[in-house]
């Protein structure tokens, strides 16, 4: 079994988090607590622990500086960085009252994150303490009742104290990210161009005009996206300054490389502290690992047909299946995921409506189109620029990702920058150019079938995605031309299970454009699901008779929670017919 180690002792929210990270991982870990964050790192340097948790920042108390230079001082390798909710309780002996209370322990950065609750005990006396753990602890061993520590309920079940309060930190949504960290370099286990790593680096510069400019353009021409950027004085040598920067990628990339050479340039000293796999906060994220079903089936052993033409995307290159993380959702994880918004964005007012409305049942991403291939040069052709702001605005404002389409190579850097996922439509799934430029960015992509291309020619149209170096493509079929008129396209259900087989990569059913008349599209969702989908994109619209473009496939957005509901229920109901089956 191997030892992970911490600052703090039993209880201590560092402790509460390495169980929960390595049980959920199902991976035996005994925790180790020490004295101090150095005690940590010196810990893992003598080989008397194989892992330790450092951490790095809190989105209320901002950064803790220590965790960020032990790194660097120690040479420790990040593994993966794990966000955590921090879930303070106030505990205090059985009987304690809040009006009694004088005294309350926590660690320093605890009774910052608690400021206002505490402000509204003027009795009462905040008490820095070592960690939460030994806070509670010493609550206990005192059995006084005018004493009362701030601490995880998990410390308070530990020590036998009762709970005086809950939620008290500033803002309800307090995570911590933490860095689990090795002393030796661990092995890789996502590949580097993939989203889902981060590199942390610190850097110093000259106090010169423009030198931070430099270095930060470095970053944003290779389109990478930076999540952390924060000055301090460098300790001795008065004005020049040292950057904490943290941004999405990993070093063994090759544009991350080119970049950081610029970096080095333009300054004085460049620390890179490692690359690590990154993670959604534990209560956001989506189940891992996937769930068996019926409808996926065994790996084939052999190389599928025609995969000569698509090496990477043949499901034998990564037998396991790719999952492509988005925002707190995983697409090919073994959960269904919805897609859900506007054919286009329209306007402010539409976008949003249409977003709340999505998110509040369950949908995991907004679409919305602000560029659109339109069959007449003379209608609407989207918003454009404006339209990518506004549908922007919208997954702000409601915390979904975002999904809209590039047509042409000069839009692809400036989307990936708005957007998290990038459309390629059915009428460009051969634009080899445009398939070229967003393989060389950081962004997953979706893939449309083209309106006439074999499953042969799409997984080919996959590859020239992978073979620039982006593994995160999910493809969608959006249904075929055939002679049958009856219906807006033909949606080739089939292609499910058939590219289940073939490639590892997720696949996605858009029901909308397969048949293009709304009252359809529920029993084809449903049917998709059934047959195994990862997941379906659908449009919305909070007022389809007013649709600028494809209104009659739209979904009613005040319908949209029992369309929803209505494609769960089938997922219920096919999974019985597939386990008696
Ligand atoms: C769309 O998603 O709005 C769209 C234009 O899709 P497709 O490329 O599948 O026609
Ligand atoms: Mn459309």
């Known amino acids: 079994m191997s030892t992970a180690a911490y600052q703090g002792i039993e209880g201590a929210y560092s402790d509460v988090l390495l169980r929960a990270h390595f049980g959920a991982r199902s991976e035996p870990v005994e ?31 901002g950064t803790f500086r220590e965790g960020y230079d032990l790194v660097a001082q120690y040479d ?53 303490a070592i960690d939460t753990g030994m806070a509670a602890r010493d609550v206990a061993e005192a059995k006084d009742p005018t004493v009362a520590a701030i601490a995880p309920p998990q410390a308070g079940e530990r020590y036998g104290l009762s709970e005086l309060a809950a939620t008290i930190a500033d803002h309800p949504d307090n995570y911590t990210r933490f860095l689990l960290v090795e002393a030796v370099r661990p092995e890789q286990r996502t590949p580097p161009g993939s989203a889902s790593r981060r590199t942390s680096v610190l850097f110093s510069t000259a106090h010169e005009h423009g030198l931070l400019a430099r270095c930060l353009a470095a970053l944003a021409g290779a389109g990478i996206n930076l999540s952390k950027l924060e000055s301090r004085p460098k300790p001795g040598r008065t004005w020049e300054y040292m950057f904490y920067a943290d941004f999405e990628g990993d070093v063994a990339e090759p544009r991350v490389q080119a970049a950081l050479d610029e970096v080095r340039r333009a300054c004085t000293e460049l620390r890179v502290l490692g690359s690590y796999d990154v993670d959604a906060p534990e209560d956001k994220r989506a189940p891992l690992p996937p769930r068996p079903t019926a409808s996926t089936p065994p790996p084939p052993l052999s190389l599928p047909p025609g995969a000569k033409n698509w090496p990477k995307a043949a499901r034998p290159s ?49 679409r919305g189109g602000a560029f659109k291939p339109r069959t007449n040069p003379y209608a609407f052709q989207g918003l454009g620029w404006e339209g990518v702001d506004l549908l922007a605005e919208a997954g702000r404002a ?69 073979s620039e170096g982006n593994p995160e493509v999910m ?90 509901a209505n494609v769960e229920r089938a997922a219920e109901i096919a999974g019985k017919v597939f386990t008696h089956a």
């Open 475 to 564: 493809l969608c079929e959006r249904g075929i031309r055939t002679f049958e008129t009856a219906t807006r396209n033909t949606l080739d259900l089939s292609a499910v299970p058939v590219l289940r087989e073939r490639t590892h990569l997720p696949i996605l059913v858009d029901p909308s454009h397969g048949v293009g008349v709304r009252r359809w599209i529920r029993p084809l969702a449903r049917a998709a699901k059934a047959v195994g989908a990862d997941g379906i994109i659908v449009e919305v619209h909070p007022n389809p008779e007013e649709a600028i473009c494809d209104g009659p496939q739209a979904l009613r957005a005040d319908e949209f929670a029992e369309y929803a």
């Open 318 to 366: 990564k037998p396991a299946g790719t999952q492509i993380r988005v925002g707190g959702a995983v697409v090919g994880g073994g959960e269904f995921v919805i897609i859900a918004g506007p054919c286009s964005v329209e306007s402010r007012a539409q976008v949003l409506a249409t977003a709340e409305a999505v998110r509040a049942r369950g949908a995991v991403m907004l």
């Open 76 to 128: 420790l390798q990040p593994v993966r960085e794990v966000i955590f909710r921090m879930d303070h309780r106030l505990l205090a002996v059985p009987g304690a009252t809040l009006a009694g209370l004088r005294r309350i322990e926590a660690h320093p950065i605890v009774l910052e994150e608690c400021g206002k609750f505490l402000a509204t005990l003027p009795a009462a006396r905040a008490v820095p």
């Open 398 to 466: 409601t915390g979904l990702p975002t999904v809209s389409e590039v047509m042409s190579v000069d839009q692809v850097e400036r989307m990936a920058r708005s957007v998290d996922v990038l459309q390629i439509g059915a009428r460009n799934m051969q634009n080899f150019d445009l398939l070229k430029a967003v393989g060389r960015v950081l962004r997953p992509v979706m893939l449309k079938r083209g309106l006439s291309a074999t499953l042969d020619e799409l997984l080919a149209a996959a590859e020239y995605i992978l």
């Open 31 to 61: 925790t180790m607590g020490l004295p101090t964050f150095r005690d940590v790192a010196l810990a893992l340097l003598a080989g008397r622990a194989r892992y330790g948790v450092l951490p790095l920042e809190n989105t209320i108390a």
